[in-house]
C-alpha cells in the first residue's frame, strides 16, 4: 500500500526541485522521505495519512504559541475581512515597531521585512553603507539567510577570506566575508589586528541554533562588542531564531550585550512571513527614504503578518511565560539525558530557553568542530525511530530544537517513553 506522503512526494518531484520549497525538509540529511503536513494544534500536528506526531520544530522556530493558536487564529481572521495589503502604511506598523522597541533597548528604529532572509542582506548593506567599509566578519556553521554575501564558508588556512558556500556566488563577492570560529575569540582579534579599520561589521547568532545548539562561551559576546567599538566596526546580532525565544529580553537581554544592529524574524511573525531589523537611530537613518542605503519591499509590513505578530507578541509577555517554557524545555532534555544515560548511550543535551541541541556525543559540543563529530548516523537513527512513535524532531543533527507553550506534561511524557524504548533495544 503506498501512502499519500509518498504518493504526494513523487508528485512534487516532478514540480517542485526536489519535492520541497526548501531544502532541509527534503530529509536528505536523515535519509528517508519527508512527512508532508495537513493539520496543527497545539503541540501536535497531522500528516497526509492522518497520523499525529508531538512538534519539536514548530516551523523551524516561529510557533512558540503551538500550531493554530485560538487568539492568533482569531485576529488575523478578523484583518483579513478588511483587506490582504495596502502597500501603504498602518496604524499596526507602528504599535508592533513600538513594541520592539519597547522590548528590545538596543533597538530605537525599526523596519519590517518579509523574511529572516531579507533581514540579514539588509543589515549588512546598512553596516557597509554606515562604514564605507566592504568586510564582514561571521562565523562558521552560523547562519544568516541566503544572501550571497553570507552563503560563505571558511577558506584554508585561519585568516583567508572565505569561499561561497553555494554555487552562483561570485567568489568576488564571497572575497569580502572573512569566516572565523565560534568562540575563538583569539580568531577574531586576529583578524581586527589584521584588517581593523576596514571591517564594515561583524553578524552573530549569540546562540548559535544552526548548527546544532551551540552556546556562547563566557565573554565571547562582550569581546565582540569591545572589538566592534574599538574599531568603529557595527555588531549585528541575528536574533531570527532567538529572538523571543531565549527571553522577552531575547538573547541581548540574557548575555545583557547591547548590539548595534538586530535582525528578528520567526516568532516576531506568529507563523506569517515577517521579520524585521533595528537598532542604532543613527544607522537606521541610513535607510531609504532619509539616507543613502536602499531597501524596499511590496508587502513590508504586511497587515495580516503584523496582526499575527502582535497577537504572539503580546501572549509572549504574560508574567511567568518564559520560565515555565525554559523549564519545560530543560526537562526534555535532562529527560533525554537521563534516558541515554541509564542504557550507555554517548548521548547529551542542552536548553536556552525554549530551544534545545541534542548531540549524540559524550560531551556538549561548544564549536562548529566539535558539533559535526557528533554521531550523525546515531542521530538519524533516533530521528526515524521518534518519528516512528509520533515525535517529530528537526530531519537533521545540525538543527536546534524548539519547545512550545501548549508542550505539557503529557507531551512530555509521551516524548520520555517513546525514547526510552528507542534506547533501551538500542
Ligand atoms: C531562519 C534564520 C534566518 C533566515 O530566515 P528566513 O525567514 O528563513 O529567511 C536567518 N538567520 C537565522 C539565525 C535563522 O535562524
Not at 519539536?56 to 485560538?70: E, R
Not at 478588511?82 to 515597531?97: C, K, Q, R, S, V
Not at 563577492?173 to 586576529?190: K, M, P, Q, S, Y
Amino acid at each position: 500500500m503506498t501512502s499519500r506522503n509518498h504518493q504526494l512526494f513523487e508528485q512534487s518531484q516532478q514540480y517542485i526541485p526536489g519535492g520541497v520549497n526548501s531544502p532541509v525538509r527534503a530529509f536528505k540529511s536523515v535519509g528517508g522521505e519527508p512527512v508532508f503536513f495537513q493539520r496543527g494544534e497545539g503541540a501536535y500536528f497531522w500528516d497526509a495519512d492522518g497520523k499525529q506526531y508531538i512538534d519539536y520544530v514548530g516551523s523551524w522556530g516561529p510557533l512558540i504559541l503551538g500550531h493554530a493558536h485560538p487568539d492568533v487564529v482569531k485576529t488575523v481572521q478578523a484583518v483579513v475581512q478588511n483587506g490582504l495589503t495596502f502597500g501603504a502604511p498602518t496604524e499596526a506598523e507602528l504599535d508592533i515597531a513600538k513594541l520592539i522597541c519597547q522590548l528590545l533597548p538596543s533597538i530605537e528604529q525599526v523596519r519590517l521585512v518579509s523574511s529572516g532572509t531579507e533581514a540579514g542582506m539588509s543589515v549588512i548593506r546598512l553596516a557597509r553603507g554606515f562604514t564605507g567599509r566592504s568586510k564582514i566578519i561571521k562565523f562558521e556553521g552560523c547562519y544568516h539567510g541566503h544572501d550571497d554575501s553570507l552563503l560563505v564558508k571558511a577558506g584554508s588556512g585561519a585568516l583567508t577570506f572565505g569561499n561561497p558556500s553555494s554555487a552562483g556566488v561570485p567568489a568576488e563577492t564571497a572575497g569580502h566575508t572573512i569566516v572565523l570560529d565560534f568562540n575563538d575569540i583569539a580568531g577574531v582579534e586576529e583578524a581586527f589586528n589584521k584588517w581593523g579599520k576596514e571591517i564594515a561589521a561583524v553578524i552573530v547568532e549569540p546562540v548559535a541554533g544552526n548548527m546544532n545548539l551551540i552556546a556562547p562561551k563566557a565573554d565571547f559576546l562582550a569581546k565582540l562588542r569591545a572589538l566592534c567599538t574599538q574599531n568603529g566596526s557595527v555588531l549585528i546580532f541575528d536574533e531570527v531564531m532567538t529572538g523571543f525565544r531565549v527571553g522577552l529580553g531575547c538573547a541581548q537581554g540574557l548575555y545583557q550585550i547591547k548590539p548595534d544592529l538586530t535582525a528578528l524574524g520567526k516568532v516576531i511573525g506568529g507563523g506569517m512571513p515577517m521579520a524585521a531589523f533595528g537598532g542604532r537611530r543613527d544607522i537606521m537613518q541610513y535607510l531609504a527614504p532619509l539616507g543613502p542605503v536602499y531597501q524596499a519591499g511590496t508587502l513590508s509590513g504586511n497587515p495580516v503578518a503584523v496582526a499575527a505578530g502582535l497577537a504572539t507578541l503580546k501572549l509572549i509577555q504574560a508574567p511567568g511565560f518564559y520560565d515555565r517554557l525554559a523549564d519545560r524545555t530543560r526537562q526534555l532534555v535532562d529527560g533525554l539525558s537521563a534516558t541515554a544515560k541509564n542504557h550507555g548511550i554517548d548521548f547529551c543535551a542542552q536548553s536556552i530557553g525554549g530551544m534545545f541541541g541534542l548531540y549524540f556525543s559524550k560531551d556538549i559540543p561548544t564549536s562548529f568542530a566539535e558539533v559535526m563529530q557528533c554521531d550523525k548516523a546515531a542521530f538519524n537513527r533516533f530521528f526515524h525511530a521518534m518519528l516512528e512513535e509520533g515525535v517529530y524532531f528537526a530531519p537533521s543533527a545540525f538543527e536546534a530544537g524548539f519547545v512550545s507553550a501548549m508542550h505539557g506534561d503529557a507531551e512530555l511524557n509521551k516524548t520520555l517513553s517513546a525514547a526510552e524504548k528507542i534506547f533501551k533495544s538500542w
